[in-house]
């Protein structure tokens, strides 16, 4: 007999970004199928599926000895996206396709029983990476399709059963590419929200703390009693950010994609994530990880917003674990097998009650919390986490009578506008710098190059720092965000009043707070 060697050509996804595998499969005299290189249970269960699928088909299984090799063999391979892969090499290893343009196409989908392909996560990064590599095409479920075409400069050929795909191996049946205008995503305003920063009543000088926060990219902390508006106020922010760009909302998309959290319709995340996880999470869930390494809540947040509700219910080592990405920006996940990296740039929104009971400094109720308790409360915070952190706003209850009024307040297109316009300036600033975006971004060396400050201005900075015991990183904190107002402002300066304004938004380093009076 003649023993007939055929390649396809699939992907694996490491981290956001995938890597070529090649199938190699044979058909020669004897019995039992064999599939090798490092397959997971998955993918081992595959030839069953692939068996019950090709006769569906009124195609032909061979009854003789298959041997697939996965490779390269010292990668894992873990899910069910080969098997339409195998299943081509086995057809063409039999003499059932003709294997001229076999290697021309990356081919993934997993098998139903009947024949039909079901659709699979992590399609952008492959898309990616196949044209990066060179190939003509991309054969995958109808499902993911649109997901794909967002890359262009390649085919991508939507298939809903193993019989399209011989067929149109075959040349016998010829299926269009399916085509996305990324354009059509990108037009002003795409993203319209359910809620409204006109909503909001009162709270003049939290709705100008958060205006702040999304001019220069800021971390942010509320601290008020039970409704007051602290998660109101923070489902807002999202509304007054600047749209993502191309290579933004890709980044996003690919993480979204890894994560199989996108669906069908959404070919590609034009809108920030806002994401706010229960405070009973895990640190895997949000870091990421698993023994398929998967993107935790702070890598599903990048170029969006992470809101964390009660800060202090969430464990201590949950907090900890976001005190590296929240100043690297990314975060590396490390098993014994493999390393793989997320990039986590997000906007941290934490809110929080100052006490147990929550009327801890209240101007009208009185706190039944014990001084030991309000310090105990406030310490599950470390003060590492609140220094990174730049902004600490003490959020007021809203009077009656700012409840009721009906004057005209500014909506969130309009607050966007004025957002948008100041982080143009940052732009400009940084664009000898490709990794930094934003002010809240700059390194020690770069904040102290651009945040040039005079006489009168170091003085007041220096009354501040040692009144409220601030450390270092709390002094670049202050610097950053008196840069933001001043480019709020279109100032080329950083003026006293700025530093003044900066200082107020560190309320947590205040003495009336950390149950000390």
């Known amino acids: 007999m003649k023993i007939m060697l055929n390649k396809t050509y699939c992907s694996a996804v490491h981290g956001i970004n995938a890597c070529t595998i ?22 081992k269960e595959s030839l069953r599926r692939i068996e019950s699928a090709i006769n569906s088909c009124q195609l032909h299984m061979p009854r003789q000895k298959i041997v697939v090799n996965l490779a390269p063999a010292d990668i894992r391979k873990e899910g069910s996206s080969y098997d339409l892969s195998i299943a081509i090499g086995i057809l063409a290893s039999s003499g059932q396709i003709t294997n001229i343009r076999l290697e021309n196409y990356l081919i993934l989908g997993e098998l139903s029983l009947d024949g039909s392909i079901k659709p699979i996560r992590g399609v952008l990064p492959i898309a990616l990476q196949a044209r990066k590599e060179g190939f003509k095409g991309i054969i995958l479920p109808e499902a993911n399709a649109k997901e794909a075409a967002i890359v262009t400069e390649i085919d991508v050929i939507g298939v809903e059963n193993l019989t399209q795909v011989v067929e149109f191996l075959n040349n016998t049946v010829t299926i269009k590419p ?22 909001v009543q009162g709270q003049e000088n939290i709705k100008r703390a958060l205006e702040i926060a999304a001019a220069g990219g800021h971390n942010l902390i509320l601290i008020g009693p039970p409704g007051a508006g602290k998660t109101m106020l923070a489902k807002r922010l999202p509304t007054i950010l600047p749209p993502l760009n191309m290579a933004e909302s890709l980044e996003t998309t690919k993480i979204h994609s890894v994560s199989g959290n996108l669906k069908a319709k959404d070919s590609l995340v034009t809108a920030r994530p806002f994401r706010s996880p229960h405070h009973t999470i895990s640190d895997v869930a949000m870091v990421g990880g698993g023994s398929n390494p998967l993107p935790g809540e702070i890598s599903l947040s990048h170029h969006g917003v992470l809101f964390l509700d009660e800060l202090p219910e969430f464990k201590r080592s949950v907090l900890e674990v ?7 920006r990314q975060i590396t996940i490390s098993r014994a097998k493999l390393t793989v990296e997320y990039p986590a740039s997000f906007m941290l929104i934490a809110a929080m009650n100052p006490c147990p009971c929550g009327y801890f400094n209240h101007p009208e109720k009185e706190c039944i919390c014990g001084t030991n308790t309000v310090q105990r409360y406030l310490s599950k915070i470390s003060g590492p986490l609140l220094d990174r952190i730049d902004l600490h706003i003490e959020v007021t209850p809203v009077l009656f009578d700012e409840l009721s009024t009906t004057r005209s307040v500014d909506d969130s297109r309009t607050v966007r506008r004025r957002v948008i316009q100041t982080r143009e300036i940052q732009k400009e600033r940084f664009k000898s710098f490709p990794d930094v975006h934003c002010n809240a971004q700059m390194s020690t060396r770069l904040t102290r190059e651009i945040c040039q400050i005079d006489e009168a201005g170091r003085k ?10 601030l450390s270092a990183r709390a002094y670049d904190r202050i610097l950053k965000v008196a840069r933001t107002i001043a480019d709020m402002e279109n100032s080329p300066t950083i003026d006293n009043h700025h530093i003044a304004e900066a200082i107020q938004y560190r309320n947590l380093d205040r003495e009336t707070w950390n149950g000390k009076f």
């Open 22 to 43: 090649t199938v190699e499969v044979i058909v020669s005299t004897g019995l039992h199928y064999y599939i090798v290189g490092l397959p997971d249970n998955a993918v």
């Open 322 to 328: 976001m005190r590296q990405p929240l100043e690297s």
């Open 178 to 199: 399916t085509k996305v205008n990324i354009q059509t995503f990108f037009q002003d305003d795409t993203a319209i929200y359910d809620v409204d920063f006109s909503d």
């Open 460 to 469: 007041l900075l220096k009354t501040a720092i040692e009144r409220l015991s």
